[in-house]
């Protein structure tokens, strides 16, 4: 942390889609940084001394919750853990995520396509028995080591950079998205899930699918909490292409 | 005017709203979950450390049960809890983190054999028993006596908050995101549901319901620094307040944790400690051990949080440009276990400190954390006051917490609420039709729309940031961690300024759909009145409990003490709320009240606490054969579904 100051310039993204007549454009401001800053704090600096219309997304400001995804020169990345002291000339340029709907600003509606995402993909424990479960008893047991492997792929945050840095995605609007595969691959792998591999198949069988995936990896060079993509997105491929 | 009609109404998408939501919708009720943000964005996202629940699987809580888990609940509370709600709690929460485990959750589970930890500074090797492998494990947190968190790596809350909401998802349960309840909807002492905002047109709806559940969380964010998300701004507590009805209880119980990184307040978890992290003062010296020789580190979270800060005191924190400062280490741990069980902590470290927290000490302070007090509700989660309104998870006050809760029992209780409280909402629901007139209705929501017009006319008038500021300063310096008869009267009068300049706020940017000036407007002279709560019951209480410590009055003071500070506000344009007192009947309790253990015992004891003693060995002595269950029930019957009655089995004691 150096303790000189230095102002920096933000160019950020502004569009009001519930305001008439607003269009978007890129507007400047500039912050005194202070030590230890991040995006998240000159964010809000700019809100409450510049411009209180200013619309972006937190909760957590720890880079738990996956809320601030936004792209900051040019990288899909979790706005709150980047530090300014990171941008070595002070200019930082915020764009909304894209691949999502459009709130305002530097804010995206991630939640409604992840809840479409989770629908899709029928995000839950598949068995029958799972609400009969007599939990009085002890809990059926699991090994350690896959309780382990399912929670790597249950941290994903549900940020949405790596549907942003998609090229697939771009192309084929209704591509799962490396977020779906791995939510898929995280059930495919739990002993609790009872599904088959053709009930998989049935959900990402295709071209929108796990082999419309071009490999480009966008994904995996993005994902603020290093999943892992390319191994798992050619699990679950070399797992379906046995079904056909 | 919009309405929307449902049977339960839940306020709040983390894990307790959730549950509620799932106890309903299983009933068969109709069932809408409104949040601020997307369910999974919750704060409960951000528990990292774990869940208490008494499995006994590890070795380390091998003969834990109920019980222990009771005792423990209550010391910690400084027996400010309600002990019947603790009781349920302890009951129920194996049978929640195991109805968890079947939903999906992915526990950490036991590995037979041995392995490594450190406990107390030393490597040790513990063994696993073969029969508990493949169990739910748990991990060492303050102020139990037994292992007893259990967890999943450090990401409980996240795995716990997607299990529960893609639950919620299967079932079907909408979730409108991106809404606000603003007020609540009442009549003749019965509540009916919320005016609602939507955050992104700004239309205001009426939701309208027979059973109304407020789970929005804690109110952590009316102070400056606090390991809360910015959404935890305690708006769910205000709503209920401003109805005049309806009570808050013990606001200014406010727990502040030991261990948030300086100077930007994340939290790193109690799990640091719990698998062997030591606190550390600027010579590189660890002094716990000279305050508390028996629980050092692992003392509860309000008495380590007070150490380190007298430690500071004395002039051995590392000063630094945001003042001083002690130190966390857990390099002692080692790589392999940081990188697995601590890695949301070592992110945290790498991305907002620059260090690596295998190779360095980790800054920390004590920093708020924790909201014990809230919506007072009856064991069943109803409000006593306003029929039809339930609360559950961090925004109650169910109060199994007292005046401090242990690590590890929030998220518990959040689920076991859950499930206890959605239980008698769909009873509710059952029992009770929608009686509200549309007048009604209509009244509440053109109140609502007229305070939102003013607010958008108004040429001059006060900025809402800078009134937030001035509130969560006051907080930081007058109610904080010691608190004194002379700096809480200066924050009652403070915020009382306060108060009458919120009522004057204007907004720069004019406009009604989505505009983040206008949501704090709206926000900030509601939270103001929360911090009056805290600020005037802590100045009222003149004894030391838990989380509350008073310099003027260190010590506990049963004899006039022993009682809930209930909080309304029924006159709007009052500039205090009222404060009445419900007292704790110490001839019901099953552990009557007695030291915690920590430092000198200066209690100041009730009469009534010898004579309860005296009852309970002679209750104990015509039962001989009593086993605990029998002894439980002749102690503390409690009130608790059906569902949840039954014995819970462990290994090796099967169901005993
Ligand atoms: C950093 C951190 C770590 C923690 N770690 C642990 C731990 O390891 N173990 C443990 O037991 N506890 C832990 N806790 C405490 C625990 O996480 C919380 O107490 C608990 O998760 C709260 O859950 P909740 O469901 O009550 O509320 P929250 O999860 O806070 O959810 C509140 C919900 O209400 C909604 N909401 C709020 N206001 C409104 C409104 N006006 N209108 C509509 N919706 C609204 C929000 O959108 C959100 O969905 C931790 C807390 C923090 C801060
Ligand atoms: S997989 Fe990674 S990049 Fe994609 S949503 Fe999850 S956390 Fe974000
Ligand atoms: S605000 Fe939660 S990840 Fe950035």
Redesign the interface.
């Known amino acids: 942390?150096s303790d000189q100051e230095r102002v920096l310039k933000f160019q950020i993204f502004r569009y009001?889609p519930?305001?008439q007549g607003d269009k978007p454009r890129m507007v400047t401001y500039e912050v005194t940084e202070a030590?230890?800053m991040?995006i998240f704090i000159a964010l809000n600096d700019i809100?409450?001394q510049q411009?209180?219309?200013?619309?972006f997304?937190?909760?957590?400001?720890?880079?738990?919750?996956?809320?601030c995804a936004m792209v900051v020169n040019g990288q899909p990345t979790l706005a709150c853990?980047t530090?300014t002291s990171t941008f070595e000339d002070g200019e930082i340029k915020l764009l909304p995520l894209p691949g999502f709907e459009l709130?305002?600003d530097l804010s995206v509606n991630?939640?409604?396509f992840?809840?479409a995402m989770?629908?899709r993909v029928?995000?839950?424990?598949h068995?029958k028995?799972?609400?009969e479960?007599n939990?009085?008893?002890?809990?059926?047991?699991?090994?350690?080591d896959v309780?382990?492997e399912?929670?790597e792929l249950?941290?994903c945050?549900?940020c949405g950079a790596c549907v942003s840095a998609c090229a697939t995605k771009r192309m084929r609007p209704d591509f799962l998205s490396a977020v779906g595969f791995m939510r898929l691959a995280r059930f495919a792998m739990?002993p609790?899930?009872k599904r088959s591999d053709e009930e998989f198949y049935e959900i990402m069988g295709d071209d929108d699918g796990v082999f419309g995936c071009m490999t480009l990896l966008g994904c995996e060079d993005y994902c603020p909490k290093d999943l892992p993509h390319q191994t798992q997105i050619a699990y679950l491929r070399r797992k379906m292409a046995l079904i056909k | 005017m919009k309405i929307i009609y449902t049977d339960s109404l839940v306020i709040g998408g983390g894990l307790a709203g959730l549950r509620v939501a799932i106890a309903s919708m299983q009933r068969g009720y109709d069932t809408i979950v409104l949040s601020l943000?997307?369910a999974?964005?919750?704060?409960s996202?951000?528990a990292q450390g774990g869940m208490q629940a008494s499995l006994g699987a590890t070795i380390k809580g091998d003969g834990d049960d109920e019980e222990v888990h009771f005792g423990d609940t209550v010391r910690g509370s400084d027996w400010g809890c309600d002990q019947d709600v603790a009781r349920m709690f302890v009951n129920t929460s194996?049978?929640?983190?195991?109805?968890l485990?079947?939903?999906?959750v992915?526990?950490?589970?036991?590995?037979a054999g041995d392995r490594e930890v450190v406990i107390n500074g030393e490597k040790v090797t513990i063994t696993e028993k073969q029969e508990a492998?493949?169990?739910?494990?748990a991990r060492d947190f303050g102020g139990t006596k037994k292992w007893r968190t259990c967890y999943?790596?450090d990401?409980a809350g996240?795995?716990m908050l997607?299990t529960m909401?893609?639950?919620a998802?299967?079932m079907g349960i909408p979730?409108h995101?991106?809404k606000e309840a603003i007020a609540l909807i009442h009549e003749d002492g019965v509540c009916y549901g919320a005016i609602v905002r939507d955050l992104?047109?700004?239309e205001l709806i009426a939701y309208v319901a027979k059973a109304t559940t407020i789970a929005t969380g804690g109110y952590g964010r009316l102070y400056a620094i606090s390991t809360n998300?910015?959404?935890s701004e305690g708006i769910g507590n205000a709503i209920a307040l401003e109805t005049g009805i309806a009570t808050l209880g013990n606001m200014e119980a406010v727990q502040f944790h030991p261990t948030a990184i300086v100077?930007?307040g994340?939290?790193t978890t109690e799990g640091c400690r719990g698998d062997g992290g030591l606190l550390l003062d600027k010579d590189g010296y660890r002094f716990m051990p000279d305050y508390e020789p028996d629980k050092k580190e692992l003392a509860s979270r309000d008495v380590v949080s007070r150490r380190m800060t007298e430690h500071m005191r004395k002039g051995k924190g590392t000063p630094s440009?945001y003042g001083d400062h002690l130190w966390l280490d857990i390099t002692l741990l080692g790589r392999k276990h940081i990188e697995?069980n601590l890695r949301?902590v070592k992110?945290?470290c790498e991305?907002?400190l620059?260090i690596d927290p295998v190779e360095e000490y980790i800054p920390v302070r004590p920093t708020q954390h924790y909201s014990m007090g809230g919506i007072r509700t009856k064991p069943t989660g109803e409000s006593p006051t306003l029929k039809g309104l339930f609360s559950a998870g961090e925004a109650a006050c169910w109060d199994m917490h007292g005046f401090n809760r242990l690590g590890g029992n929030s998220v518990a209780e959040t689920v076991v609420a859950g499930m206890i409280v959605g239980e008698y909402v769909a009873d509710y629901c059952a029992e009770n039709a929608l009686n509200v007139s549309t007048s009604t209705i209509q009244d509440f929501m053109k109140r609502e729309e007229k305070k939102i017009t003013d607010l958008l006319v108004r040429d001059f008038g006060e900025n809402p940031?800078r009134l937030k500021a001035e509130m969560q300063k006051i907080m930081m310096d007058k109610v904080g961690i010691f608190r004194n008869g002379e700096d809480l009267e200066q924050a009652v009068e403070e915020l009382k300024v306060l108060n009458q300049r919120a009522k004057r706020i204007a907004?720069?940017?004019r406009?009604s759909?989505?505009?983040?000036?206008l949501v704090?407007a709206i926000r900030v002279p509601k939270m103001i009145k929360l911090a009056q709560c805290v600020a005037y019951g802590a100045m009222l209480r003149t004894e030391s409990r838990g989380a509350h410590a008073r310099e003027d009055y260190p010590e506990r003071n049963d004899r006039d003490w022993l009682k809930r500070t209930l909080t309304t506000w029924k006159d709007d344009s009052a500039d205090l709320p009222e404060l009445t007192y419900e007292d704790l009947n110490i001839m019901k309790m099953e552990l009557p009240p007695a030291s915690r253990g920590y430092g000198v015992d200066n209690t100041v004891h009730h009469p009534d606490t010898p004579k309860r003693e005296q009852e309970i060995e002679e209750i104990k002595k015509a039962n001989p054969g009593a086993d605990r269950f029998e002894l439980q029930q002749l102690l503390n019957p409690i009130p608790i579904p059906e569902k949840f009655k039954?014995?819970?089995?462990?290994?090796g004691r099967g169901?005993k």
């Open positions: 942390m009001n519930q305001k030590p230890g991040t809100r409450e411009d209180p219309s200013l619309q997304d937190f909760v957590c400001r720890a880079g738990i919750c996956g809320s853990r530090m709130i305002g991630t939640g409604k992840m809840r989770s629908e029928e995000s839950w424990i068995d028995n799972a609400d479960v939990f009085e008893k002890l809990e059926e047991r699991m090994d350690p309780a382990d399912i929670y249950e941290r945050v549900e739990d609790r899930d | 943000v997307p999974k964005r919750s704060h996202a951000a194996p049978k929640a983190i195991r109805q485990s079947a939903w999906g992915p526990w950490s589970r036991v590995r492998h493949g169990l739910i494990t999943t790596s990401g996240h795995t997607y909401d893609n639950k998802i299967q979730v995101e991106r992104i047109t700004g998300a910015v959404i100077p930007v994340i939290l440009r697995k949301e992110e945290i991305y907002f620059g940031f907004l720069r940017n406009i759909s989505s505009n983040p000036e704090e039954g014995k819970n089995e462990r290994i169901f």
